[in-house]
């Protein structure tokens, strides 16, 4: 079973760039979330959805973007990369209600 | 966002020692995970609780969902050099859940 796989899993782009992360899972879960986690620091939502085509912004959504074409895929956008988006980006996904919750292993993004 | 305590931050233990850990919360959650992260990982879910009251035990590892609903507890038994790691609960409200900061465990041979 693969779960939730991410791509790339390490990443170091210029201050401006742009850049998509990728997160697919293949356990038809419905909810698919995208946290960053800081060194030192616990997890910070940053958008989820509950469904194809349903998006909503989480905790910290300021310079990120997302899409939910289908229930597998649901990739993460960087427009214009900061210093302060430097951080180690994980995807998750569960069925409602939180049961079989699952990480994927993260990419970790440096913006120099 | 909502705020979840977790405490201690960190711990250094010998091996064979129990462990105690806890998050609580200001709010009322639903749903309490128990998380495990080793370098270079994603979380993994240790334990789920769903219910007040609820104890669940996953091999030597314990958890329970706090009375009030505002908090819940992981208890490590007999602590074994694997166990190194850093431990995050996790709370659920809405659609949404929400991440404690961490304790890290240290487990001394």
């Known amino acids: 079973n693969a779960g939730v796989t991410q791509t790339p899993k390490f990443r170091i782009l210029k201050i401006g760039q742009s850049m998509t992360l990728q997160c697919a899972q293949d356990?038809?879960?419905?909810?698919m979330y995208w946290y960053r986690q800081d060194p030192g620091m616990g997890l910070k939502l940053i958008y989820y959805?509950?469904?194809?085509?349903?998006?909503d912004k989480g905790e910290v959504p300021n310079g990120y973007n997302v899409s939910r074409s289908t229930t597998e895929d649901f990739p993460l956008r960087l427009e214009l990369a900061a210093p302060s988006q430097t951080s180690v980006y994980f995807c998750?996904?569960?069925?409602?209600?939180?049961?079989?919750?699952?990480f994927g292993s993260g990419t970790r993004l440096t913006v120099v | 966002g909502q705020q979840l305590n977790q405490s201690p931050q960190s711990m250094f233990i010998q091996e064979g020692e129990d462990v105690s850990m806890n998050c609580t919360s200001s709010?009322?959650?639903?749903?309490w995970l128990w998380y495990k992260q080793e370098p270079g990982e994603g979380p993994v879910l240790l334990i789920a609780?769903?219910?007040?009251?609820e104890l669940t035990s996953n091999g030597r590892l314990t958890a329970q969902f706090g009375i009030t609903r505002k908090d819940s507890f992981l208890n490590i038994s007999a602590s074994i050099p694997s166990d190194v790691g850093i431990y995050f609960c996790?709370?659920?409200?809405?659609?949404?859940?929400?991440f404690g900061t961490g304790t890290s465990l240290t487990v001394i041979p």
């Open positions: 709010s009322i959650f639903n749903t």
């Open positions: 996790a709370g659920r409200a809405g659609n949404q859940f929400y």
């Open positions: 609780l769903y219910k007040a009251g």
């Open positions: 959805s509950v469904g194809a085509g349903i998006t």
């Open positions: 356990m038809n879960h419905n909810y």
């Open positions: 998750a996904s569960s069925p409602p209600g939180g049961r079989g919750y699952t």
